[in-house]
């Protein structure tokens, strides 16, 4: 289902930027949102040329190429364990609608995070980002790295500053079916939609280069953590049925249905199947904060662990708005 490429459809190149593409990366600028019949447009031909701009500029160059700079291998530092890339969830360096959009994240922080239990400010955010999906090490606050991204999180920004909401800014909404998912099914959408790419044993494809990924892996001790947001299966389903497979679903004309996404997603991370790095500790500390698909308990209900981690979510739901309650996820 390449994760890492950019998807097709409505895409405009704004400009290049030979660090931001070095090396083999794609060419950032993209479409961003359709905000009612509005079509909002990043430029990063726009980039100031001064000492900000500079950091704009290498917070791009990193979103893309993220392991070349500071990967396993990384030239400037060592700080993720796999050689995965920000662009792999966050397409088109963020700016991608349904595609864990990033427009809003320098204005939406500092907040409140459930999965921590306290208010995090946007640098905590990025590591989180850091050590979940990539498995790594935090960056130092006050390093190049972490203030490229910063930079990078607000110049984008400035592209949404004014508009409370836009198509794509939160993920694709779906319907949930009345049976829970089915790794199973899943296992049959995924060799027929997603092995060509990802791999039959889920390994993704590395680059001849051997500095990241053509397409990444979507488990295995060289994927992203249990805890990550992809890990969760609503999470994971909505964002597959806005953008996988890559060159069939298109901006607004998903291939999958609601049903097929979450069964996909299931498979994908089905924990008694497929491995995933080794984690210490879990996330969210109040049981009445926990996403409905997050499956490590104790839970604020009677549901059990397999039925919040594949559903049926229907019952879940209707018991926390039973109790006057918003259930997240």
Same mark, same amino acid.
Do not use: F
């Given at each position: 289902m390449g994760l890492a490429i950019i998807a097709a459809g409505m895409v405009f190149i704004a400009c290049t930027n030979s660090e931001a593409r070095m090396p083999g990366g794609h /060419?950032?600028?993209?479409?961003?949102?359709? @905000?009612?019949?509005?079509? #909002? &447009?990043?430029?990063?031909?726009?980039?100031?040329?001064?000492?900000f701009g500079e950091a704009v500029r290498y917070g791009l160059a990193l979103?893309?190429?993220?392991?070349?700079?500071?990967?396993?291998?990384?030239?400037?530092?060592?700080?993720?364990?796999?050689?995965?890339?920000?662009?792999?969830?966050?397409?088109?360096?963020?700016?991608?609608p349904f595609s864990f959009n990033l427009l809003?994240? /320098?204005?939406?922080?500092?907040?409140?995070? @459930?999965?921590?239990?306290? #208010? &995090?400010?946007?640098?905590?955010?990025?590591?989180?980002?850091?050590?979940?999906?990539?498995?790594?090490?935090?960056?130092?606050?006050?390093?190049?790295?972490m203030i490229g991204f910063l930079s990078y999180l607000k110049w984008i920004n400035s592209y949404a500053i004014g508009k409370k909401t836009f198509k794509g800014a939160r993920n694709l909404e779906l319907s949930f079916p009345s049976e829970a998912a089915d790794p199973n099914r899943g296992r049959d959408i995924y060799v027929s939609n997603c092995a060509r790419c990802h791999g039959q044993d889920g390994a993704g494809k590395m680059r001849d280069d051997n500095v990241t990924y053509t397409y990444p892996p979507l488990w295995g001790?060289?994927?992203?953590?249990?805890?990550?947001?992809?890990?969760?299966?609503?999470?994971?389903?909505?964002?597959?049925?806005?953008?996988?497979?890559?060159?069939?679903?298109?901006f607004g004309k998903p291939l999958l249905t609601d049903e097929e996404a979450l069964d996909v997603a299931a498979f994908i991370n089905d924990d008694q199947l497929h491995a995933r790095p080794y984690v210490k500790s879990y996330d969210y500390p109040n049981p009445l904060?926990?996403?409905?698909?997050?499956?490590?308990g104790p839970f604020a209900d009677s549901f059990s662990a397999l039925q919040?981690?594949?559903?049926?979510?229907?019952?879940?739901?209707q018991s926390y708005k039973d109790k006057g309650m918003k259930p997240a996820y």
């Open positions: /060419h950032p600028g993209a479409v961003v949102a359709d @905000a009612g019949d509005t079509l #909002v &447009l990043v430029d990063t031909s726009a980039i100031p040329h001064d000492k979103m893309y190429n993220t392991a070349y700079y500071i990967g396993p291998d990384g030239i400037n530092g060592k700080y993720t364990r796999n050689k995965m890339n920000c662009t792999n969830c966050h397409q088109d360096g963020g700016t991608k809003m994240s /320098h204005a939406s922080y500092p907040q409140y995070r @459930a999965r921590e239990g306290k #208010v &995090l400010d946007l640098a905590e955010r990025v590591n989180n980002c850091v050590t979940h999906p990539h498995n790594g090490r935090p960056l130092p606050l006050d390093s190049r790295e001790l060289n994927a992203y953590q249990p805890g990550s947001s992809m890990h969760r299966i609503i999470k994971a389903a909505q964002w597959i049925k806005a953008n996988m497979p890559y060159d069939k679903s298109t904060e926990k996403a409905i698909d997050y499956d490590r919040h981690k594949y559903g049926p979510y229907g019952p879940i739901i």
